[in-house]
């Protein structure tokens, strides 16, 4: 299994970037830079490539709406370039809070649009001549929708490779599939060992069925809190904050797609009372509802033994990354669970 972690979009990118070099003569693999609403990713992910030599980089994520799929094919390239072919482009469709509230663009046929804009990039890393006629993209522009002036280009420069890998952060069971056929790798949220399979097994089985053998096996990349220790436990309240804010207050109700994962799990009652809890502004008290076996069961939190076990329950659900989230303050704890995980696997 490949360790990775991400960067904290919210601030202090300065000293992340200083914990990344650090955490990469650790033995960590791989680093995530996602892009919310907070300063973009790309301009991030070019510094890390910098200040780092071996350890990947990721966008987590790139959403498929604010980009055209041309502009992330070419940076994309840019960022494989500068890392001298150290990127994954991570792919995701947020959503409609996101995508219709701050980028004003709306939120539509995630799917459809996902699986063309991936076929568009793939040209133009091949520097194919870009020709698509899709029902959500056309390049270049039919006349009657444009000048008539557009003819198909290539890209100018050469790609460091021809095939980027690409990670699509899934949830519903049509994105999950896609993922399985056409990615290289996928991103769940709230990972739980133990339920996966029941959720995600039949979109997951769909997809492979129908994958190019050349994508190779499906890389599966969890996020998971990391703290390893004998008195740790309580470090688990830190994650309540955040699985309140998704499964409370990610979507209005009935479009949460959080909410009813927590659902798919056997949290109905609990999901329910966390959305109504945060939509009525009591945030403290949606974080206080989260569950302490969920929180337990997506964590690596606990005495090194019990990790070790998680870490067997991970592996057995499939996953092959562990983007860790370090709980214990301070560079030097942060790197020195890094280490310990590492010693584990």
Same mark, same amino acid.
């Given at each position: 299994?490949?360790i990775g972690?991400?960067?904290?979009?919210?601030?202090?990118?300065?000293?992340s970037?200083?914990?990344i070099?650090?955490?990469?003569?650790a033995?960590l693999?791989i680093?995530?830079?996602?892009?919310?609403?907070?300063?973009?990713?790309?301009?991030q992910?070019?510094?890390l490539?910098a200040?780092?030599s071996t350890v990947?980089?990721?966008?987590?994520?790139?959403?498929?709406y604010t980009r055209?799929?041309?502009l992330?094919a070419m940076?994309?390239?840019?960022l494989?370039?500068v890392s001298?072919?150290?990127?994954t482009l991570?792919?995701?469709a947020?959503?409609p809070?996101?995508i219709e509230?701050?980028?004003?663009v709306?939120?539509d046929?995630p799917l459809?649009?996902?699986?063309?804009?991936i076929d568009i990039?793939?040209?133009?890393?091949r520097?194919?001549?870009?020709v698509?006629?899709? !029902?959500?993209y056309?390049? =270049?522009?039919?006349? &009657?929708?444009? %000048?008539?002036l #557009?003819k198909? @280009?290539?890209?100018?420069?050469?790609?460091?490779?021809?095939?980027?890998?690409?990670?699509?952060?899934?949830?519903?069971?049509?994105?999950?599939a896609l993922?399985a056929?056409v990615?290289e790798?996928?991103e769940?949220?709230?990972?739980?060992?133990e339920?996966?399979a029941e959720?995600?097994?039949?979109?997951?089985?769909?997809g !492979?069925?129908?994958r190019? =053998?050349?994508?190779? &096996?499906?890389? %599966?990349?969890? #996020?998971?809190? @990391?703290?390893?220790?004998?008195?740790?436990?309580?470090l688990?309240?830190?994650?309540?904050?955040?699985?309140a804010?998704y499964?409370?207050?990610m979507?209005a109700r009935?479009k949460?797609?959080?909410?009813t994962?927590?659902?798919?799990?056997g949290?109905?009652?609990?999901?329910?009372?966390i959305q109504?809890?945060?939509l009525d502004?009591?945030?403290?008290?949606?974080?206080a509802?989260?569950p302490l076996?969920l929180?337990r069961?997506i964590?690596?939190?606990g005495?090194?033994?019990y990790?070790k076990?998680?870490?067997?329950?991970f592996?057995?659900a499939?996953?092959t990354?562990?983007v860790?989230?370090?709980l214990?303050?301070?560079?030097e704890a942060?790197v020195?669970?890094?280490r310990?995980l590492?010693e584990?696997?």
């Open positions: 299994m490949r972690t991400a960067v904290n979009y919210s601030g202090g990118f300065a000293e970037v200083e914990d070099v650090e955490l990469e003569k033995g693999d680093v995530f830079v996602p892009e919310a609403y907070s300063f973009d990713a790309v301009s992910l070019g510094y490539a200040k780092t990947e980089l990721a966008s987590g994520i790139f959403q498929i055209t799929p041309t992330t940076t994309a390239a840019g494989d370039f001298n072919g150290r990127f991570g792919l995701g947020s959503g809070q996101v509230g701050f980028h004003g709306k939120y046929a459809g649009r996902t699986r063309e804009l990039c793939r040209q133009v890393w520097r194919e001549k870009v698509h006629d899709g !029902k959500y056309k390049i =270049p522009l039919p006349a &009657e929708e444009g %000048t008539g #557009g198909p @280009l290539k890209l100018i420069n050469h790609p460091v490779r021809q095939r980027i890998p690409i990670l699509l952060a899934a949830l519903g069971p049509k994105n999950v993922t056929e990615a790798g996928w769940p949220i709230f990972f739980y060992p339920k996966a959720v995600w097994g039949a979109s997951l089985a769909e !492979k069925a129908k190019d =053998p050349a994508l190779g &096996e499906l890389d %599966t990349v969890v #996020g998971t809190a @990391l703290a390893i220790g004998d008195e740790v436990d309580g688990l309240d830190h994650l309540r904050p955040h699985l804010l499964i409370g207050g979507g009935g949460n797609f959080y909410n994962l927590a659902s798919q799990y949290f109905e009652a609990e999901a329910k009372e109504d809890l945060y502004g009591k945030k403290d008290e949606a974080a509802a989260v076996e929180l069961a964590s690596l939190v005495p090194a033994g990790v076990e998680r870490i067997a329950a592996r057995e499939g996953a990354t562990l860790v989230n370090p214990l303050p301070g560079r942060r020195d669970a890094v310990k590492r584990l696997l």
